[in-house]
Every structure is written in C-alpha cells, then in structure tokens.
C-alpha cells in the first residue's frame, strides 16, 4: 500500500509536508538517511595479536565526535585541523585470536544526530621467539618475606592502573626512551631457570647503568618507586588509559604527581629488580592490555 499526501485533508497537508522534510534531514526514516560511509583507515596496515593500532576516520560531514568501539574496549577520537582527520589510538592484546573482529564507529553530529559504521579488521598471529633467561633464584623461588612484597606491589600496580586521566594527555609521536640498540623484542617467551615461563611484554634496550632516560610522550607520573619485579620503576599516564613503564632503573629524576614532557628526563638505567643484567625495559599498557612498543614507536601520528 502507498501513501500520498494528497489523501491528507487540505489544512493538515502542508504542516505535514514540512514534517516529513524535516524528519528526512535528521536521518528518521530509512528513506531519508543519505548518511555517507567516512574514509577509515588504520596503522599498523597489517594488524597482529599485541599490536597498537591508530585509527583514522575521514568523514564527508562536519562532526562534533567521534568514538568506537573495539574488542569491548572504547576508543575516543581527536580531531587534528591540520590533516582534516579524526584519530583514535587502540590496542590489541597478545592473546588475541587471529580472526576478524568489528571496529564500531560511532559519529556524532552537531545537531546531535549520530549516526554508527561498523567494519570487519582482519587480525593475524604473530610469531614471537622463546629465549631462557638466567636470574638470581629468589626470583623463581621467593621467600615469605619476598612473597609479602610481591603481593603488595600487586596492590600499588592495581591502584596505580586504576588512577589514569580520561582526558589525551599524550601529543604528536612517541619518542624512544633511549637511543640504544633492542635486546630484546616484545611477545618473546622466556624460561626463567628452567622453572619459570612468562611472556615478555615489553621492549628492551641495550644501555649500561645511568644512561639518561626519557618520557615518550607528555603525560603525569603516577609512580616513581622500587618494585620487587620491577626494580626502580616509574609510570607514566598518558591519558585515556595509555601508561608507559620504565623498569629496572638505578636512579629517579622525577616525583609522583610531576607532569612531564615528551623527552624530559625521568631516570637513569641500572639493573635492579627481576633483570640479567644492566638495560631498560619499556612497557606499554592500553587499558589493561600490554601492546608492542615498538610499533608505537614508528606510528605517524596526525599534527595536532
């Protein structure tokens, strides 16, 4: 059955005219919508299990936000003026299973109308290589006392995890920490004493003791303190759950609650804590998910 507005009464047909025009701009109405696909695009071109991933969103409308969401995590989009692109960092965790997975995209307008895209993103495994590690053995078979220690760092981590800012407060690139070669890549597995196995979720550089160490990007720290694990740790918040860790340090050059720049000085390099010998490692934690430093390092991101 069709309607037409000619079966309307005369003195309701053109308030129902204008209705209907109006319903049709704000997108009710299937018919109406002519909402258009924005360009999405994505670094890392290849993704794998423990990847970041920078998400780009080109969109043919004006918007007022942008947001998604992505393996039950959210992501909020910035808007850089310069590339007239909305970008949004994500991670993938390295347990993920190859497969395809939905990134949704959710597009706000100015009027409030909002408007969702969803595309399928192909994820493939990573080969990671295993290694055997030889530590001092109150590492693979702690004490009471060391026991006691483990389990209150546990708990500093845990708050330490929970207090990140909302806001970005992380800008333009990342810069590495050092410059120094890598000794060791993220994702390998590792054999503690032939007793231990645990996954290296970080990247380490090969530096002696008391080499300057720097902040990756802008950020506040949230921990500035001797771990058991960790040796001399700080962390870093970038904002949005982004965080940045330095292990095994020797000496802090910053304080708990100290806002910092990309490239500031934060600490010198050593070899304390659960570590074979003198290097840095870096860690970086998305929302509870440990991604690949590496990749993040060589991300182009959009100027501000």
Same mark, same amino acid.
Request: charged fraction near 15%; proline fraction near 5%; charge should be positive.
């Given at each position: 059955?069709? /309607?037409?507005?000619?079966?309307?009464?005369?003195?309701?047909?053109?308030?129902?005219?204008?209705?209907?025009? &109006?319903?049709?701009?704000? &997108?009710?109405?299937?018919? &109406?919508?002519?909402?258009?696909?924005?360009?999405?695009?994505?670094?890392?071109?290849?993704?794998?299990?423990?990847?970041?991933?920078? /998400?780009?969103?080109?969109?043919?409308?004006?918007?007022?936000?942008?947001?998604?969401?992505?393996?039950?995590?959210?992501?909020?989009?910035?808007?850089?003026?310069?590339?007239?692109?909305?970008?949004?960092?994500? &991670?993938?965790?390295?347990?993920?299973?190859?497969?395809?997975?939905?990134?949704?995209?959710?597009?706000?307008?100015?009027?409030? !109308?909002?408007?969702? %895209?969803?595309?399928?993103?192909?994820? %493939?495994?990573?080969?990671?290589?295993?290694?055997?590690?030889?530590?001092?053995?109150?590492?693979?078979e702690?004490?009471?006392?060391?026991?006691?220690?483990?389990?209150?760092?546990? =708990?500093?981590?845990?708050?330490?995890?929970?207090?990140?800012?909302?806001?970005?407060?992380?800008?333009?690139?990342?810069?590495?920490?050092?410059?120094?070669?890598?000794?060791?890549?993220?994702?390998?597995? !590792? #054999?503690?004493?032939?007793?231990?196995?645990?996954?290296?979720?970080?990247?380490? /550089?090969? #530096?002696g003791?008391?080499?300057?160490?720097?902040?990756?990007?802008?950020? %506040?720290v949230?921990?500035?303190?001797?771990? /058991?694990f960790?040796?001399?740790?700080? %962390?870093?918040?970038?904002?949005?759950?982004?965080?940045?860790?330095?292990?095994?340090?020797?000496?802090?050059?910053?304080?708990?609650g100290?806002?910092?720049?990309?490239?500031?000085?934060?600490?010198?390099?050593?070899?304390t804590? !659960?570590?074979? =010998?003198?290097?840095?490692?870096?860690?970086?934690?998305?929302?509870?998910?440990?991604i690949?430093?590496?990749?993040?390092?060589?991300?182009?991101?959009?100027?501000?």
């Amino acid at each position: 059955m069709t /309607f037409s507005l000619m079966q309307v009464p005369g003195k309701w047909r053109r308030q129902l005219a204008v209705l209907l025009i &109006g319903l049709a701009a704000m &997108g009710v109405g299937g018919q &109406g919508r002519t909402h258009q696909v924005p360009d999405l695009n994505w670094q890392p071109i290849s993704l794998t299990n423990g990847s970041p991933v920078l /998400f780009e969103v080109k969109a043919p409308a004006k918007l007022h936000a942008v947001s998604a969401a992505w393996m039950e995590h959210s992501i909020n989009f910035s808007y850089s003026a310069t590339d007239k692109v909305w970008y949004g960092l994500g &991670g993938i965790s390295l347990t993920t299973v190859p497969g395809a997975y939905d990134l949704r995209v959710t597009e706000t307008f100015a009027n409030g !109308r909002t408007a969702e %895209v969803v595309r399928k993103i192909k994820i %493939v495994g990573a080969t990671y290589p295993k290694i055997t590690v030889k530590v001092s053995k109150q590492y693979t078979e702690p004490s009471h006392e060391q026991l006691t220690a483990i389990s209150a760092d546990k =708990g500093v981590k845990a708050k330490v995890f929970e207090a990140v800012s909302a806001q970005r407060l992380w800008a333009g690139r990342f810069v590495a920490p050092v410059s120094a070669p890598v000794s060791d890549v993220f994702g390998t597995a !590792r #054999v503690f004493n032939e007793k231990v196995q645990s996954r290296h979720q970080g990247l380490d /550089f090969a #530096v002696g003791p008391g080499t300057p160490v720097h902040a990756i990007n802008d950020g %506040v720290v949230l921990l500035a303190r001797p771990m /058991f694990f960790e040796g001399n740790c700080v %962390v870093i918040d970038h904002g949005q759950g982004l965080l940045s860790l330095y292990l095994h340090l020797s000496e802090f050059k910053v304080k708990e609650g100290e806002e910092v720049r990309s490239g500031d000085l934060i600490a010198l390099s050593g070899g304390t804590g !659960r570590a074979s =010998g003198p290097h840095l490692h870096l860690a970086i934690r998305w929302q509870g998910v440990y991604i690949n430093p590496a990749i993040l390092l060589k991300i182009q991101i959009p100027a501000s």
